[in-house]
């Protein structure tokens, strides 16, 4: 069985998508061991609350200094005994610490066609808006592996999304949800958890 657990900042849909991926058995071989998110009110700890789900919150706002707060992060992710963390939607950058730590264990789901609009700055709804202003018409989201940099580390899985005409950024993010990251990074984890299978027999 493949331990993970959820980092979240915000509404938690991509988390929703895994929940309801476990339930009905499209995600395989895992079990959701917690989720962290560093904002008390998201509403994704509410969803987590709602499966059973352990939710913890570690907010910057509750440390003196990012040191701090990196140390506590680290430390709660640690006491869970993770196998793969999956930032969905989480919208802190990692300490260094915890990417050479989990070095190959970490995955994040980004709503762009990575190499395009990624990296620093490019979060949630700004991805989108600088989609529509670029004028592209297929955007799509990304799974890939977490390293020291932003949006860089090894790409896992892509799905494309059409543009179209009369998108605002809020239609446009909905859509790129919709047709790829809650398809793509559910699937992302079941296939990790099967290969983890083969790893652990
Ligand atoms: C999602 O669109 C996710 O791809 C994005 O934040 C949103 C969170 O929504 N993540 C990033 O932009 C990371 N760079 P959710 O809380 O409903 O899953």
Avoid at 49 to 62: E, F, L, M, T, V
Avoid at 111 to 126: A, E, H, N, Q, V
Avoid at 152 to 175: C, M, S, Y
Wanted: charged share 25%.
């Amino acid at each position: 069985m493949l331990k993970i657990i959820v980092c979240v900042s915000g509404g938690g849909t991509n988390l929703q998508a895994i929940i309801d991926g476990v339930e009905r058995g499209t995600i395989r071989n895992t079990q959701i061991g917690g989720v962290i998110s560093n904002n008390a009110g998201a509403y994704a700890l509410e969803r987590a609350r709602k499966a059973g789900i352990p939710a913890y919150c570690i907010s910057p706002k509750d440390y003196g200094n990012r040191q701090e707060f990196n140390d506590a992060f680290l430390k709660k992710v640690n006491s869970l005994g993770p196998d793969l963390i999956v930032l969905a939607g989480f919208l802190v950058i990692l300490p260094e610490k915890m990417t050479q730590a989990y070095k190959d264990r970490i995955i994040n789901i980004h709503p762009s066609l990575i190499p395009s609009f990624c990296g620093t700055g490019f979060y949630g709804l700004k991805v989108h808006e600088a989609a529509l202003e670029r004028g592209v018409k297929v955007t799509g989201a990304t799974v890939h592996y977490v390293d020291e940099g932003t949006d860089t580390g090894r790409i896992i899985a892509q799905k494309a999304v059409e543009v179209l005409e009369d998108d605002t950024p809020e239609i446009l993010q909905r859509r790129v949800m919709e047709q790829a990251e809650w398809v793509i990074l559910p699937e992302a984890i079941d296939r990790i958890a099967a290969e983890y299978r083969v790893l652990d027999t």
